[in-house]
């Protein structure tokens, strides 16, 4: 190998160098999440794991769940309810997989903080056919530290190995974003302000569409495409795992099934929807948690003005929606705890 | 399967292809290098497993398209022999027209049989009989274009009797199966890489330095101005041109002359910045290990005629239809009229070459229509005594016309856009873009002489960095060598955090994964 090993292993030494003191100067600057549209949230992620306060509940999921609850309406409700300040925490992120609530509930939950894991129960959180979305790399690209890549390497696939060696080098890239997002910062600012859902899903072709529901004679003949549901046993074994961490820490895990627009529930093949919320009960149970179906429960449905389409709630849908949670769900079982 | 942005057809990109921007090739490659490193010692070792790591690069597409780099290189190698021990001309003759209707029917028949095919029905039926010839839908084995041209080189410079046949068969399986080149070249010649192989060249450390150069340079090209340019401009762009003026529902907004010529620019940027770039990654790779492959792109954009440019882009494609058909088909040396047929036809199959549809084919003959103006207008002044004007500002307008007239032709290798790639909207209802709609809408929009606005779905940082390409350009032309030795003088530590923030940028660019547009020639 003569002189040419040397030569590179100097090089290579040099390379990681810059990438630990780009790494720390990005984290020191507050820089880490520059490159991502997700900004806030994941800023609020990482808020969260610093601060020290007492939480009552945090909610998780998919944009669904960013956008039904409001922490602020539930912290004014709960705080005239409980006669008490109360904190709550929406770290929802749009198009996130079930794996970032293991890492919450693993690396970010402590004793008792938060008193409740609030965690959607909807197929786009448990389809394991959004796994390829790129929301579904959020864990691997933003909070898989080395070692954890290190340890679970052979479970990867190269779409995630990828998230995971690219967020590895998160502070040279966010170096090089910074001149992008100060010169772009006024749109995206005002972008937000307009967009405040973000763009991980093509509602708007959805809202223009009037479908029919589909029948089982058009689904077989291929008329009709729908969303497919896949729910897989690595699911279950990560909602399990949540399960296990929120017992070992006193923490009270509720799986919660949004009230969805009746549009929803036809965009998946009849049948769809009844499977999957009997796997997300029965598995709920296993992993010791409380499952609240207010999709199934007539008293909970919402109007079409509750909703800006057929997934999210709208503005005064969800500041409706969240005042009666913290009312009807959140408050009796915070009294209870 | 991404999209190539309306260069449809051929091979795209899954999540396990090992393309040069993939962290598959990432992995990969530092492995391959490492090891090559420690078999050094032993030579054949060394070339068996530098063979067997450019299969199962080649295997990551489709394992099965290996039969057909064994076919070509088992042909090509008892050929070889073949010529290499006979005399007479006629068992010569025969022995190379087996290679060429080997190569050339691989080729032919993956390539272009849908093409003929296609255009044959379609040409019966316009006299009113039916065409009844199948059309077979083949995939296209990714660079089956490059490697049998590589075979064929061989051959027939064996032939010529410019070449000693390779002595070593797993030489020559490496000349033709070598990775970093594989699937989009450069096109090497045996005259210069076998001796390579037989001499075991090991990298001295400058030059591995020298390849992570080029390969961070390449990425560069490839990643930060070619994608970001052809997804954020050129797609937005090509692929409503058409609908914007066939579909009035579309709107015309943004579909004028500024729109049009910021993607015409564009678009040769992006084909540009995709294949130099893949072209500096694979010269780089090789470089690393000690191999040297000739250089593909030497500033074209730089070029005071189109004949020029065409001596400075994809250098290796140019010079192998100079030495195998220009030169054999009689060169300039038969008359002016019948110069102007042999690069009238070189480029017709240059054109043809790059894919099959009869865009490239007008493309083709655009650009030898170029390089014949140039010519005659060269002899023209040599005619008259007149010289020609090498001032700064006549060297620029020269620069300048040359690259504008390159830009347009380019815009028409770009196809028009599948059904996929149109707005949902209109997908739904059935609504296709036909090639007269596609290329009438950009002519149209450019010679509109209004709106000077962006189409919508244009982003600014696209326009920036196709500015910054072009920028790119005119600074490595001047500066390229002063700005690669001041990167070879820092020692090696700060090598590798240059390259490490580079490899940030690439990273913070990368967004989507864009397959290189020149897999699917």
Redesign the interface.
Known sequence: ?????P??L??????????LL?NLLADVAGLRWL?TGDREHLMAVQQFADGDRDVDAVFYGTSVSRNAAVPLVIEERLRDLLGREARVWNLGLPGSTPEVARFYARELFRRDRPRLFVLEASPFLWNAHRV?SQGGLTYWRWFADPLDVARRLPEL???R??AA??GL?H???????LP?YLA?RPQLDAARLENPRGGNY?YE?LW?EDLPAPDERDLRRGRRRVRPLVLEEAWRRVLLAVGEECRRKGIRLVVLHYPKHPRLVREFAPGDHRRLVRWISENTRAAGGVFVDLDGDPAWALQDADFRDFVHYSPTGARRFSRRLAEEILAPMLRDD | MLSTGGLQSGPGARSSDMLFNSIAYLLFFPAVLLTDMVLHRWPWARKAFLLGASYFFYANWDWRFLGLIWTSTIVDWFVGRGLGRSERPRTRKLLLAASLGVNLGLLGFYKYFDFFAESANALLESVGLEGHLPVLRLLLPVGISFYTFQTLSYSIDIYRGRLAPARSFLDFALFVGFFPQLVAGPIVRAADFLPQLRQNRRARPYEISRGLYEILAGLIKKVVIADVVGNQLNRPFYDHVGLAFSEPTHGLEGFGTGGALLAIVGFSVQIYGDFAGYSQVAIGTARCMGFRLPTNFRNPFMARTTAELWTRWHISLSSWFRDYLYIPLGGNRSGEGRTRRNVMLTNLVSGLWHGAGWNFIVWGGLNGAGIVWNRRSRLRRERLGIARRDGPVAQACQRLATFGYFAVVMSIFRRPPSASDLPVEFQRQGVTVTPGEHYGGLFRALLRFDDWSLPAGVQTPAVLMLFAGLALEVISFYRSRDIRRAFLRLPPEAQGALLLLALGLVGQMATTRTPFIYFQF
Request: a positive charge; hydrophobic letters at 50%.
């Open positions: 190998m003569g002189r040419r090993l030569h590179l100097r090089i290579a030494a040099g390379g990681a160098a810059a990438l780009a490159g390829d696939d190269t779409a190995l990828s060696i690219r080098n502070g040279a890239e966010a170096l090089w974003n992008f772009r093509d072709v223009h």
